[in-house]
């Protein structure tokens, strides 16, 4: 066992998943004990709480149990008086507790938008109450939220997650004013902005979304609660006790990268969002005008005729039939300069699946694979 937060007490909310496998609460409990913290771990359930904190004692670390819903102002404060009582002290509070609903302004029900700001924000800013007190005691505090892309990002081909992306990009403001308030009394507030990891959460989705989302990471592998849970020992340890007011993505690049088309014989794919809903089978397709880089057109020939368009990544969340692509050119530009190709082949297909919020959906993809 490490000891990078040896002597220290930390505070999970949303310790225990909601399903088989290992969430990032989960994950971060672990961690957190392997290297020396006492873990309270904070949860609705009493019985999956528990069986965490046994799965720590048998790994030598040391956990005890606070069952209850900080959602409410007297449960949070009895959170943190908890963790004082039982281990003397309170150094590390990771914010985990989340929860997501599909819509968009149009459609999200009023009774979903409260429910997941108060799960997300709410309970954050109770839990940040009550804890600060206890860490301005002891001269110190490393306050952790974890948040999402779906704050940092649009996230086009889907349902909607208007309250979950409003919640999360919350939660940066949070973090930032909280970073800012308490800098000078030694306490530091940073936020985790977590990629598509495959978490229980997100496991009713199948292997066909699994995919989808592993495929969308420039890194092009899949990240877990592990991932998250490595950044949070960092950012509750004294390695980082210089850094407050830091939004960390941990998301293979997704955030920070963009796709940059190469002709180097790799093959190039983009998803074609339509608006399909509004086609008559055998209708031009048409294509957004959205670029991606600015740096590729695509004209398409769909029943005969004759649509020009830009490439984009998305889906569509109907299953109306799409048009037939006959045939796809690239129109080779940059800016206003040619940008000379190499031979290609172009692709087109018809994917089905489920959105990232579960919803039947379906999208046009061109396949464009280059030649030497």
Request: with cysteine.
């Amino acid at each position: 066992m490490a000891d990078r937060l040896k002597g220290k007490v930390a505070v999970v909310t949303g310790a225990a998943p909601r399903g088989e496998g290992v969430g990032n609460g989960m994950a971060t409990a672990i961690l957190f004990a392997r290297e020396g913290a006492k873990v309270v771990l904070v949860n609705r359930s009493a019985e999956r709480a528990e069986k965490l904190a046994r799965q720590i004692k048998d790994e030598g670390g040391e956990a005890a149990v606070f069952a209850a819903d900080v959602a409410k102002p007297e449960a949070a404060e009895a959170m943190a008086d908890f963790a004082v009582k039982q281990y003397g002290r309170l150094d590390i509070l990771h914010n985990n507790v989340g929860i997501g609903a599909p819509g968009t302004p149009e459609t999200v029900t009023l009774a979903d938008w409260h429910k997941v700001i108060e799960a997300n924000l709410t309970t954050t800013m109770l839990c940040t109450k009550y804890c600060l007190p206890k860490m301005k005691e002891g001269g110190s505090g490393s306050i952790i939220m974890v948040s999402s892309i779906a704050g940092a990002l649009g996230l086009m081909g889907s349902a909607g997650a208007v309250a979950y992306s409003t919640a999360k990009a919350g939660l940066h403001g949070f973090t930032m004013s909280v970073a800012a308030d308490y800098a000078t009394q030694n306490i530091r507030a940073n936020c985790i902005v977590v990629g598509s990891v495959h978490t229980p959460m997100v496991a009713h989705m199948g292997t066909e979304a699994r995919e989808r989302r592993r495929n969308m990471v420039p890194m092009k592998t899949e990240g877990t609660a592990w991932d998250i849970a490595h950044g949070a020992v960092y950012l509750a340890s004294d390695e980082a006790r210089w850094v407050t007011g830091l939004m960390l993505p941990i998301d293979g690049g997704l955030v920070a990268l963009r796709q940059w088309p190469r002709a180097d014989g790799d093959g190039i794919r983009f998803m074609l969002f339509q608006a399909v809903r509004r086609l008559r089978p055998g209708a031009p397709v048409p294509f957004p005008d959205q670029a991606l880089n600015n740096d590729l057109t695509l004209r398409s020939h769909a029943k005969g005729r004759v649509s020009k368009g830009r490439a984009v990544k998305g889906c569509c969340d109907t299953l109306r039939p799409l048009p037939i692509l006959r045939d796809v050119r690239l129109l080779p530009t940059l800016r206003t300069r040619p940008m000379p190709l190499p031979p290609y082949e172009v692709i087109p297909s018809v994917l089905r699946g489920k959105s990232a919020l579960g919803t039947d959906c379906q999208a046009l993809s061109v396949d464009i694979r280059f030649g030497t």
